[in-house]
């Protein structure tokens, strides 16, 4: 079980990778190949060094080669036999995986099934788990989805109220995505309350966005739905909207389904409004005044607060802690205000101004208590770290499966 384990995230053009050595969970490389397929861009950092190339790599196969050559070239490990493990993200484990999995043909064959509901995904999670097994023949590998941490969502919560048909034969269900982070954010819950039946809404706002409701120390709700299209306003993902409008625009604008899909992924959300998506930008054109990234702002509040609001009455008031975290939740104190400020009359919420303006993940306090003592309930802001997840299941998973073979062998 000691050594060195690899954490891969693999997206359609891209190949992301750290090497931690094992158990003590030290990192020792993070590295990015990104544009595969076409001018390829390669990034490795080690012992504060950063080393950067540009080469033509083809494909997820030879990028995973040239990551490769780069950890051995720069003495990172000394033989590929050094690999103990290796961690993949997963983007969809449908029905089928409520917890992390050894993968072996079986779970390869699920997963490829399930491109349905991850056709952008999974194609390059499938090449990354491919390419591994070519390298490391042997090694174990797990599978960590982003949908698991969902599973125990009740039915009334994920079905739709579509016919029951599309359901039962064709699995369409509100399935919640983001589901590493939630997992970080409920154990860091669980272990400052001290209590494992923590009751929580958890604000994950990044450039992807979405927020979940933990009732009993479980997921009761989320906003993301079959596909993580649905929900709160995100960077450029529209959220919910009144899904006639794609027969509409397909109509008026003589285009696809696919094509207006795309434009509700890539070209919506705060994108849509202000014509920029990362939020910063988005924060310093309001501020010059700009009328549209003003309103883009005041929705993406809208949408936040209406969630918070739902779920707030689904816990029956009932609330150890609203959560702040992700890229804009961990940084942007002049949002979280905004948002503090909308629920704080009828959630009995107040603000504690200094603490919230002292907390950023490039400042010195990272997390911490950001409602003032007489607030009926905490707000936090928690820094996520879903690949700490990643990690620790990877290394479970091979751990369990490990001494499940000792038992059976003695
Ligand atoms: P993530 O997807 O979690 O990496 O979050 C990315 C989003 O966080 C982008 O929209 C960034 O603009 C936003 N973000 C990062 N740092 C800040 C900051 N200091 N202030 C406001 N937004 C930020």
Known sequence: MLGKYLIINSGSSSLKFSLYEMPETNLIAKGIIERIGQD?????????????????????????????????????????????????????????YSSPVLIDENVIKDITELTKFGPLHHPAELAGIIGMKEKLLNVP?????????????????????????????????????????????????KDYYVKDNINSIICHIGSGASIS???????????????????????????????????YICKELEISVEEVLYALNRKSGLYGIAGVNDFRDIENLANNGN???????????????????????KLNGKLDALVFTAGIGENSSTFRKR???????????????????????????????????????????????????????TYETIKKSKEKKLILKK
């Open 141 to 189: 590998q797990v599978a960590v989805f982003d949908t698991a941490f969902h599973q125990s969502i009740p039915e009334e919560n994920y079905l739709y109220a579509v016919p029951y048909s599309w359901y039962k034969d064709y699995k369409v269900r509100k399935y919640g995505f983001h589901g590493t982070s939630y997992e970080y954010i409920l154990q860091m819950l």
């Open 40 to 96: 390829s861009e390669y990034s490795i950092n080690f012992d504060g060094k950063k080393i950067k190339k540009r080469f033509g790599i083809k494909n997820h196969n030879q990028a995973i080669n040239v990551m490769f050559s780069e950890l051995l070239s720069n003495e990172l490990i000394s033989r590929i036999e050094e690999i103990k493990g290796v961690g993949h993200r997963i983007l969809h484990g449908g029905e089928i």
């Open 213 to 247: 409701c933990i009732k009993d120390g479980q997921c009761y709700d989320t906003s993301m739905g079959l596909t993580p299209l649905d929900g709160i306003i995100m960077g450029t993902r529209s959220g919910r909207i009144d899904p006639s409008i794609i027969e």
């Open 291 to 313: 009328k549209n990234a003003k309103l883009a702002i005041k929705m993406f509040e809208d949408s936040i607060v209406s969630y918070i609001a739902n779920y707030y009455f």
């Open 339 to 393: 948002i503090v400020e909308a629920i704080s009359k009828p959630m009995n919420i107040y603000l504690n101004e200094e603490n919230n303006n002292s907390i950023a993940s490039f400042k010195k306090e990272k997390s911490g208590i950001i409602s003032t003592l007489g607030s009926k309930h905490d707000v936090l802001v928690i820094p996520t770290d879903e690949e700490y997840i990643i990690l620790k299941n």
